[in-house]
């Protein structure tokens, strides 16, 4: 009797401490300092599709230079394995263009990953890049107070096969997709340059599931 109980003593401490480490914080930035990692080219860099910096006021701006073309930041830091769970405050300008905004998991590469994404026009995607191609795994619409603006709290679960969209706390989309299962977790923009798109990140959180 006493061995039983003592096995369950055990079996009782190992839950919590597995609770205890799950859906543990990896990296965390309100973007306060300008040499917490995140790249700041403050020039134009086409290299780089576009201009990245610390704004001065406690955010992180992604403007794209070259139409059509995905503008991805890695976080400093990166959880290890595929699974993660990213959120970010993000308030979006994309002038009269369609221009979008967002987050990346599994990203290998510039043509590999998944985005999750919000548009000027508070419409919301997951999208899937494959060899540099997007396919829309699923799509729909939030509510937004102006035009051509969306001012959110956006976030991203990639856990297994399964890709969650959140959108201020509220799933809004989930999806199936295994194609990509391994790559880093970022910031996105994407837009026209003559409509002036621009994102402003804050509040940036990576964390394991």
Partial sequence: MKRLMSLLVL?????????????????????????????????ADHNAKGMMLYDGSGGYQMTPLDDATYGI???????????????ANLFLYTGVGKGTGGLVCRQSDQDNFYAFMVSGAHGYAILKVEGGKGETLGTGRFEGMMPNIADVRIGARCQ??????????????????????AGKSGLIVLGERTAGTSAVFDNFVLSTP
């Fill in 11 to 43: 079996t009782s401490l190992m839950c919590v401490a597995v609770q205890a480490n799950a859906g543990s914080t990896v990296f965390e930035d309100d973007f306060s300092d300008n040499g917490s990692g995140w790249p700041d080219t403050q020039v």
């Fill in 73 to 87: 930041v890695p976080a400093p830091r990166q959880a290890l394995g595929a699974d993660s769970v990213i959120e």
């Fill in 160 to 181: 297994g096969k399964t890709l969650t969209l959140s959108i201020d706390g509220e799933v809004v989309l989930e999806v199936q997709d295994g194609s990509h299962t």
